[in-house]
């Protein structure tokens, strides 16, 4: 480069453009020898009449051992040569021209070359052919860079079917998940049934009514009631909730009402029937290390011969109180204040409580699964009591069906807030005409 304003010195230049031109005189020869591809010229029948260092150099042989002496197949692969004899050679005859066609060239090593190949027939002034002049470029760049195409082709296709058998093993595993949820959902339905009953006695004087309402129908509740006949015109009612839920838990509900049952026809009065209730648990489940208990409110009722008026006298052992729907449109709470839990201590005291129910009057039984619900989205926002008195209030005066129905839609409404499961009993004197 010149400085500005100097004038460029024609010295320099011109030895800069010998030195170029320099460069520039290959000789023919030269430019054939050290070619960036291979070249050969062949006879008709493939003997190689003359081959270029560049290939010469890729095959690793000395020019005196291949001309004169090998044919162009030799040069190739066995695949390689049988392709030449079978397609190669004929098509190039047929065509006199053949471009790009993928063969593979045999070192002395052992090595394999992959390479692309090019011929062409030279033909003499009367139109015979004289020779074939061949290219060969070398294809091992193209040949990995292919083979890494059909390597990640395959890792696709691998990654594709693998994904399809997971997509297919994970359907078979949600339909074989969804028929035994199903399984199990009819067994659990079955075995809940049994532990309450299909439906309740008819009772002369007496308006009954009862519902279950399971808030997972995945597990088991341990919510349990069911009316019974005495004899002499009483009637026996009892409703309970046992501690957890599951398989152990209806095992508990199932021991609780065979043994209020059996007890109540042996001595009806109530706390005697929660004291044996209590003993049966304590001895049976004390010394296990999940002890179980429950709550029960056991009850009494007998209707007026005329159909006037019923007789309540309850025990409860840490039940929810009974709730009173009277017929002037009041509600109250029957308290049994002391009563523990039953199965809990070996001699636990039960509070008890009498009423009386007038034409129109309902007294409806529950579970904490009511007074439990959440009216929010936490814990700290529940029913209780309070409102549940409220509520009764204000569908008062209510029949035992009219109030079970009532509470079943409070309790539907409720959505997620529910969960626990609840167990109702209604029972009413139809009010006079």
């Known amino acids: 480069m010149c400085r500005s304003g100097d004038e460029p010195d024609p010295a320099q230049g011109g030895d800069t453009d010998a030195a170029f031109t320099a460069l520039l005189e290959d000789s023919a020869e030269e430019l054939y020898e050290a070619a960036p591809c291979g070249y050969l010229s062949t006879l008709m029948d493939g003997t190689v009449a003359k081959i270029n260092a560049t290939l010469l150099d890729w095959l690793g042989m000395d020019r005196d051992k291949v001309v004169g002496r090998l044919r162009f197949p030799d040069l190739l ?3 390689g040569k049988l ?7 004929p098509l ?6 053949l471009r790009g066609v993928a063969l593979e060239l045999k070192g002395t090593d052992g090595r394999r070359l992959p390479v692309l190949v090019s011929s062409v027939v030279k033909h003499g002034s009367g139109g015979e052919p004289l020779l074939i002049r061949t290219t060969v470029f070398d294809a091992s760049d193209r040949r990995a860079y292919e083979q890494e195409l059909l390597r990640r082709r395959r890792d696709a296709e691998q990654a594709r079917a693998e994904a399809q058998r997971a997509r297919l093993e994970a359907e078979q595993a ?7 949820r199903e399984r199990l959902a009819d067994a659990l339905a ?6 309450v009953p299909s439906s309740l006695p008819a009772v002369p004087g007496l308006e009954a009514a009862g519902h279950y309402l399971t808030a997972s129908p995945d597990l088991l509740g341990g919510d349990f009631y069911d009316l019974f006949p005495l004899g002499g015109g009483r009637w026996a009612f009892f409703m309970g ?3 957890g839920k599951g398989p152990q838990a209806a095992s508990v509900t199932s021991l609780t009402r065979y043994t209020l049952r059996a007890a109540a026809l042996h001595t009806p009065e109530p706390t005697a029937v929660l004291a044996t209730l209590n003993s049966v648990l304590h001895e049976r489940y004390a010394a296990d290390i999940d002890p179980r208990y429950c709550t029960v409110v056991f009850g009494v009722i007998e ?7 019923a007789g309540v006298h309850l025990a409860s052992g840490g039940h929810p109180p009974a709730l009173v729907v009277r017929a002037d449109g009041r509600a109250d709470f029957l308290p049994t204040p002391g009563g523990l839990l039953v199965g809990a201590f070996p001699d636990a005291a039960f509070g008890s409580a009498h009423t009386t129910l007038a034409p129109g009057d309902t007294l409806v039984l529950y579970t904490d699964g009511l007074t439990e619900a959440r009216t929010g989205a936490t814990r700290e926002n529940l029913l209780g009591e309070d409102a549940l008195l409220t509520f009764a ?8 069906q009219t109030m079970i129905a009532a509470i079943t839609g409070l309790l539907e409404s409720f959505g997620e807030g529910l969960d626990d499961d609840t167990a109702l009993l209604a029972l009413g004197v139809p009010d006079r005409p």
């Open 83 to 89: 392709y030449h004899e079978t397609h190669f050679a």
């Open 174 to 180: 949600r339909r074989q998940a969804e028929a035994d």
């Open 303 to 309: 209707p007026d011969a005329d159909g006037g008026r």
């Open 92 to 97: 190039l005859r047929m065509q006199g021209e």
């Open 77 to 79: 692969t066995v695949g």
């Open 190 to 195: 079955v075995l809940q049934q049994s532990l």
């Open 393 to 400: 209030a204000e569908h008062a005066p209510a029949t035992a």
């Open 241 to 243: 909730d046992v501690c």
